[in-house]
């Protein structure tokens, strides 16, 4: 007699083969994804997209769609040594971060963002959304009509230990805000924006600001609805000293660095010193 075996007693539901396979729950790029843009795709909610040192330019790290997942982008080593370069102007426009709305949980930790050309907040142009920005460092992005890294609409995002240097726009010159937003700006240097002030507010917005150095903002630093803020919460408007406009760690008499502000800690995102 023959005997035919069709299969064993496991139900579908037990058999391994018929489960998706796992997705990983962090993302190396560029060894594992080629892209920041290939390493979001591949994770899903509250994953992580760990970044090498180096410089990202180009399709896949500029215009950067988080698909509405809650991601935290993280670099290996900080701002000074990882860098994207969004390469924007105005005959070609190009963001940081796209479609940048509603989720929750967001992170950027340890970036330096250049290069974002666009009408507003070509860095960041974020509504309904509140995602932690640390450690970054924004500089020479540029928008045409307001926010020239950042602009928010009913939204309150928190900037911790960031660095905004020689952005640009008409209004805003490095932050604008709209109705509804509240964002916390701890730890943080606003210097050099060409065009309106270094935060400026539409209606209804009310920043908060501690241990924060505005300065040399060609639209104005501590003005308008962050007038009353300077002085208080170690609130500072002294120029940074940074090593050079291009290089933006500090001088060793920086009222940035821990021993020479009231906070005893370091403003901006760059700890080393160029001395």
Known sequence: MIMLVIGCSESPTDNQDNQQPDRPSLVRVPS???????????????????????????SGNRDIDLGGKSVVLLSENGPLKTVIDCGGSESAPHFA?????GEAGNVIDGFTISGAYGAQGPVLNLKFTSPV???????????????????????S?????????????PIGGAVYLLTGSE????????????????????????????CSDLFGNVGGDWTGVIA??????????????????????????SPCLPTNNSCGIVIGAAEATCD
């Open 183 to 210: 964002p916390n700006f701890t730890n943080c240097i606003i210097a050099f924006s060409s065009g309106g002030g270094a935060i400026e507010s539409f209606t209804s917005s009310f920043p908060t600001l501690v």
């Open 228 to 253: 009353a803020q300077l002085g208080s919460n170690g609130n500072i408007s002294l120029d940074p000293l940074f090593c050079e406009l291009s290089d933006h760690r500090l001088n060793s008499d």
């Open 97 to 101: 971060f796209t479609g940048f709305g």
């Open 157 to 169: 995002p928190t900037f911790l230990n960031c660095t905004f240097i020689n952005n640009t726009a």
């Open 32 to 58: 594992e994804a080629a892209t920041i843009q290939e390493g979001i795709d591949l994770i899903e909610n509250n994953d992580t997209v760990l970044v090498a040192d180096g410089l990202y330019t180009g």
């Open 133 to 155: 920005i640390r450690n970054c460092i924004l500089v020479d992005n540029v928008a045409t009509v307001s926010g020239g890294a950042i602009r928010c609409k009913n939204a």
